[in-house]
């Protein structure tokens, strides 16, 4: 079965970095896409990027460019998201999200439990 | 960005009701809209995609209708499991976007 597991929560000062990482086992990770999508306390959903994890090409939001990268591993399959110069409002759930096969593609069939991730100083 | 826009943003609703939730999109989408189910502490379920096929597993209670800029989903018979927030998405064009949720509420 498909599973996406993440790293554990994290806390960061402001301006650090962070890299999360996605485990991916059940399927062949380099054939789907791979997005992050965060999730500030008691807010909505926010895309942030994605990777090709056969390709490694990425694609980001506006919002995040020059701030993350998203890289993969595929001896491992597993897919990391670095956010950098983290500011407070940074703090959010971090999820990894694979992108569906065919008929799904565009709408993300699995996701990972998700990463906490604390900005504080 | 294609802003979507759900309404209402919240809802109380008892078991076995039946509720629509709506979702519009700041410009035509054809039919690329997903929508997702999100429990507290839990990540967000692909409910719905192609606005009105079911993911595998999901119960026929939910449906999903629309295309173009306005879309629905409905649950027809309210179930305990069923109160949580939901989410729409739009993938016709990047950055894929999401609704601001809606949440449910047992009345």
């Known amino acids: 079965q498909v599973q996406l597991v993440q790293s554990g929560a994290e806390v960061k000062k402001p301006g650090a970095s962070v890299k999360v990482s996605c485990k991916a086992s059940g399927y062949t990770f380099t054939g789907y896409y791979m997005h992050w999508v965060r999730q500030a306390p008691g807010q909505g959903l926010e895309w942030m990027g994605r990777i090709n994890p056969n390709s490694g090409g990425t694609n980001y939001a506006q919002k995040f460019q020059g701030r993350v990268t998203m890289t993969r591993d595929t001896s491992i399959s597993t897919a990391y998201m670095e956010l950098s110069r983290l500011r407070s409002d940074d703090t959010a759930v971090y999820y990894c999200?694979?992108?569906?096969?065919?008929?799904?593609?565009?709408?993300?069939?699995?996701w990972g439990q998700g990463t906490l991730v604390t900005v504080s100083s | 960005a294609i802003r979507m826009t759900q309404s209402p943003s919240s809802l109380s609703a008892s078991t076995g009701d039946r509720v629509t939730i709506t979702c519009r999109a700041s410009?035509?989408?054809?039919?690329?809209l997903a929508w997702y189910q999100q429990k507290p502490g839990k990540a967000p379920k692909l409910l719905i995609y192609a606005a009105s096929t079911l993911q595998s597993g999901v119960p026929s209670r939910f449906s999903g209708s629309g295309s173009g800029t306005d879309f629905t989903l409905t649950i027809s018979c309210l179930q305990s499991e069923d109160f949580a927030t939901y989410y729409c998405?739009?993938?016709?064009?990047?950055?894929?976007?999401f609704g601001q949720g809606t949440k449910l509420e047992i009345k």
């Open positions: 999200a694979r992108e569906g096969p065919l008929a799904v593609a565009g709408s993300f069939d699995y």
């Open positions: 998405q739009q993938y016709y064009s990047y950055p894929p976007t």
């Open positions: 410009q035509g989408i054809s039919s690329y």
